[in-house]
């Protein structure tokens, strides 16, 4: 399994409900981040994730709150958004190690978030 | 702090010309990446260099990376329009998390 896995693909939600992202990866790798992308923009990183750690936070707002339950699994929960929160949310994962068979990073295919 | 810069931003190309994207970093970096990104998908990668002189081909495209300049070009050889898409480079290093450039938005005419 070569792939990073997000769900749901696309989210609407309303300002004041709670809901979740999730990003799930099989590879065994022990490195995983979230970005956001704005519209016409480069990917912004959020929060990595090291050996199911946190180890960087982006100085993002706490309506966002990341957990890695396992490995191979990384949440983001939201809630209590507003509309300039929407934008599309891309899950990524990479070894840890960056030996000569480093790939680098692998991305999913991102959840396309609205709120309204 | 690290900072990417990509130029040019816009690109637009006749198909069969050639053309290249610069991409400048500001501190030694261990590991220079290129990305494709068409409208509305997700990232997909193109390229992973990792030292100095590296240089790697997959069809029309071919990136190189010189450490001591702190300078990655994507080169884009004989245009077609399925070139057409936005193009990031990303820079990190060993605890420095990948950051993008702004990225270059390559529009192949016929």
């Known amino acids: 399994d070569t792939e990073v896995t997000q769900t749901p693909k696309h989210l609407v939600m309303g300002m004041t409900n709670k809901k979740s992202l999730k990003c799930e990866q099989h590879?065994?790798?022990?490195?995983m981040y979230w970005y956001k992308q704005k519209a016409k923009k480069p990917p912004e990183l959020m929060f990595v994730?090291?050996?199911?750690?946190?180890?960087i936070n982006e100085s993002v707002p706490s309506r966002f709150s990341p957990e890695c339950p396992n490995s191979s699994l990384l949440n983001l929960h939201l809630h209590a958004l507003q509309p300039e929160d929407s934008a599309l949310y891309l899950c990524?994962?990479?070894?840890?190690?960056?030996?000569?068979?480093?790939?680098?990073?692998?991305f999913g295919s991102g959840t396309r978030l609205t709120v309204v | 702090e690290l900072k990417v810069e990509q130029n040019p931003l816009f690109l637009s190309m006749q198909e069969g010309k050639n053309y290249t994207i610069y991409c400048n970093y500001s501190?030694?970096?261990?590991?220079l990446y290129w990305y494709r990104q068409d409208p509305g998908k997700s990232l997909e990668s193109l390229f992973v260099l990792l030292s100095n002189g590296a240089v790697k081909q997959e069809g029309r495209l071919m990136a190189s990376l010189d450490t001591k300049a702190r300078l990655s070009t994507l080169h884009i050889t004989a245009a077609v329009h399925d070139l057409s898409a936005t193009y990031f480079c990303?820079?990190?290093?060993?605890?420095?998390?990948?950051?993008f450039g702004a990225g270059t938005r390559l529009t192949v005419k016929p």
């Open positions: 990303a820079v990190d290093s060993m605890g420095v998390p990948m950051r």
């Open positions: 994730y090291s050996y199911e750690k946190l180890s």
């Open positions: 990524a994962s990479r070894h840890v190690m960056t030996g000569r068979r480093y790939n680098g990073y692998t």
């Open positions: 501190t030694t970096s261990d590991r």
């Open positions: 590879m065994g790798h022990r490195a």
